[in-house]
């Protein structure tokens, strides 16, 4: 069936190092979405990409859809502790119009302060 | 603007008892309903989700049923609880001019004791 991978399932890093996470899909996507949660709390939508190598920017946080619409990447530049939560990425699912969602199975950020 | 609001936020049952959690949206209609399950730590798992009242599609095979009585009302239940229940539920929806963007309640912590 249709699949959302995402890597890595874990990342620790040191205050001010980057960080990245990516997400591959095994079918073509027609946009992508990131959400975050915060330890013991929800997730949140971030962002949404539609368009074949679009390239977001949320202060920073860069996020990336691939050429082929098969994968993403989410970028922090110098992580800071408020960066601290699970990233999950998702897409529609072939064949139901755009509901629901298939979700990754998120990385996990720890920052050391 | 829209609102979910999700109960109860917490609860510890024991094995065996039955289980109710409520959810309701305002501000759309006809929203798509999801309920999610996360198990400590770990990925979101789908549970139900519903396109419409009385539309109920599960995604796994388990001791736990939904109900959607009214357009923006939406109900987890189980007769009898298990161990293996315990988790983080989270009721969502999705729709209207916000397309598959799904957004969260704040959850539900069960622990089956």
């Known amino acids: 069936g249709q699949q959302v991978m995402q890597i890595p399932q874990y990342q620790h890093v040191q205050e001010g190092e980057d960080f990245t996470t990516y997400c591959n899909s095994s079918t073509t996507l027609s946009n992508i979405q990131w959400y975050k949660q915060r330890p013991g709390g929800h997730p949140v939508f971030l962002i949404q990409?539609?368009?074949?190598?679009e390239v977001k920017k949320q202060k920073r946080l860069t996020f990336q859809f691939g050429e082929a619409k098969k994968n993403s990447s989410l970028h922090i530049t110098a992580t800071q502790t408020t960066d601290v939560g699970t990233y999950f990425c998702a897409g529609p699912r072939l064949h139901s119009g755009n509901t629901p969602l298939v979700f990754g199975k998120g990385t996990r950020l720890s920052v050391i302060a | 603007s829209q609102t979910i609001h999700q109960w109860p936020a917490t609860l510890v049952q024991p094995v065996g008892s039955p289980l109710s959690l409520e959810c309701t949206v305002e501000?759309?209609?006809?929203?798509?309903l999801y309920w999610y399950r996360q198990a400590a730590g770990r990925g979101l798992q789908l549970l139900f989700y519903s396109v419409g009242i009385g539309q109920i599609s599960s995604e796994v095979p388990q001791n736990l049923s939904a109900s959607r009585p009214q357009d923006r009302q939406f109900i987890l239940s189980s007769k009898k609880l298990l161990l293996s229940d315990s988790g983080f539920y989270l009721c969502a929806w999705s729709g209207g001019r916000s397309g598959n963007t799904i957004y969260f309640g704040e959850g539900s912590w069960l622990t089956v004791v």
């Open positions: 990409l539609v368009k074949s190598g």
């Open positions: 501000g759309t209609s006809n929203p798509n």
